[in-house]
């Protein structure tokens, strides 16, 4: 058992989880719930059928200002942020000079305002804060908001939750943002979150989050969700967890993620390492983040090799377990290209035994994303 | 007359005659959370005391385990590919792992009775 240290932080509902019987863990520099009493199957299989609270108050918002923060941020993400249309969010990758993936985040243009609002990792949060505002000093000006805490409420009956709190919030379509109030407390809120399922993630001020999660979580259809489920559902998403799928040695297109390019981007190759990455796009990368499913039972964990049939280590596993809606184990890695046509047959490398296993579609379980018609 | 002994591994080991069927205690389960797969040994493996003899998983992770006595694994249980969840139903019952027949008794005897496993427990 973790010792309970003082060098974690605690988010605003730190005691509420402590309460619900939640087991603590260290998370990104925070004691964050892995579980409650329930246990990750049962939380994992509850989000997919009714609705799941997550306390994610630990990510990094952050508001980015200037004339222009849209045309400011282009310098940092190939993601088309001048194009957001107001009242909408993207999603985007953070660039370092390389071309590789210093982190993913989510960026929002509220209705009638300039500022673009930020929402980035955990455990990436200070750096990247560092790396906005240094690199776009003079043209725009980051302010972290940690004073802010951020819940996901996910889940087919996410919607109807929330609407008894947040009148008129089922109007929002998938990656819809809007200023709105949720049981009277000011709050932002946007059709999204990272199970793959229908929901929200609202953003609300510190002081006002302890008695939204109590609302949400006296409702019939909650239940609260710990980072155990969160992980399990993103991975049956096909969901990249930064640190693990993605990092600092892959780019854009090794990463599967050239669909996150905005295609005036591709066409202007105005962000960094743009003539590498977009000769990657027609040429083609060495090696490509794709989906993978054991044939047997057993898990294959990060870290994991993966090896063509003649034995070849021919790539690596960077988050693998069991999805519970599929109730079969799956996992997401790197395979040099040539393997990483859907079907393509490989073995993973499990205690030093090959295991026959696929490269497989993303997403495991199909989204159910409430998009716009 | 059957005896039970426990480990600082959180194993458990049933002895009859010179039978020893082997399992992870409630607290390991507990522990582990639910469990989604079993690897276990095959009839004929022998094994020393503390070598790893079989894998348990969870959502979450991989957890080795070992056999709390030495001797050759004569059965495993089956029934827990199938469904892995029996491990949390009844760790300490249906949850069995496998059984092997005992090389040496005195390494029984060496190990934690209930009482103790159950102080052992409540200091962690």
């Known amino acids: 058992m973790a010792e309970p240290s003082e060098v974690l932080h605690k988010t605003p509902l730190h005691a509420l989880h402590v309460e619900l019987g939640a087991k603590m863990v260290p998370f990104s520099g925070y004691d964050m719930p892995v579980q409650y009493p329930a246990g990750i199957l049962k939380e994992h299989l509850h989000t997919r059928e009714k609705a799941g609270l997550f306390d994610v108050s630990h990510m990094g918002q952050a508001f980015l200002s200037g004339n222009d923060p849209a045309r400011a941020l282009e310098r940092l993400t190939p993601a088309d942020a001048i194009g957001l249309k107001p009242g909408l969010q993207r999603y985007g990758l953070l660039l370092n000079e390389r071309g590789t993936i210093k982190d993913d985040f989510m960026f929002s243009r509220l209705v009638g305002e300039t500022p673009l609002y930020l929402v980035v990792n955990a455990g990436t949060k200070h750096g990247d804060f560092d790396y906005i505002a240094g690199m776009l000093k003079g043209v725009a000006e980051l302010e972290p908001r940690p004073d802010r805490a951020l819940l996901a409420l996910q889940g087919p009956a996410a919607s109807a939750v929330l609407g008894r709190h947040s009148p008129g919030i089922a109007k929002l379509t998938f990656m819809q943002v809007a200023r709105c109030t949720v049981a009277g407390a000011p709050a932002i809120v946007s059709r999204s979150g990272y199970t793959g399922e229908d929901g929200f993630e609202i953003s609300l001020e510190g002081n006002h989050v302890l008695r939204i999660a109590r609302a949400l979580l006296a409702e019939p259809e909650v239940m609260p969700i710990g980072l155990g489920a969160r992980d399990s559902l993103r991975l049956e998403a096909g969901l990249c967890l930064y640190g693990h799928d993605i990092d600092e040695t892959v780019n854009p297109v090794e990463a599967s993620l050239v669909w996150s390019i905005g295609k005036r981007r591709k066409l202007d190759k105005d962000f960094p390492a743009a003539d590498k990455i977009m000769d990657l796009v027609f040429n083609g990368a060495a090696k490509k983040r794709v989906g993978i499913r054991p044939d047997g039972r057993a898990p294959a964990r990060e870290g994991s090799e993966i090896a063509d049939k003649s034995g070849r280590v021919i790539g690596k596993i960077t988050s693998g377990g069991f999805g519970p809606t599929l109730n079969a184990p799956i996992a997401m890695g790197y395979v040099e290209s040539a393997f990483a046509g859907d079907g393509s047959e490989i073995d993973v490398i499990v205690r030093g035994k090959p295991l026959p296993a696929r490269v497989s579609p993303l997403p495991f379980v199909p989204h159910r994303y409430r998009r716009a018609v | ?124």
């Open chain 2, 1 to 124: 007359m059957s005896e039970v002994r426990f480990t600082d591994q959180h194993e458990w080991v049933r002895i009859e005659g010179d039978e020893a069927t082997i399992g992870i205690t409630k607290y390991a389960a507990e522990q582990l959370g639910d469990v989604v797969y079993v690897e276990l040994p095959e009839a004929g493996h022998k094994v020393g005391a503390g070598g790893e003899a079989a894998v348990v998983e969870s959502v979450k992770a991989a957890s080795e385990v070992y056999a709390p006595v030495g001797g050759e694994v004569t059965t495993s249980n089956s029934a827990l590919a199938e469904d892995p969840a029996k491990v949390n139903a009844d760790p300490e019952g249906d949850g069995w792992f496998f059984k092997l027949k005992l090389a040496d008794k005195s390494e029984f005897s060496k190990l934690m009775t209930a009482e103790q496993y159950a102080e052992f427990v409540k200091g962690l």
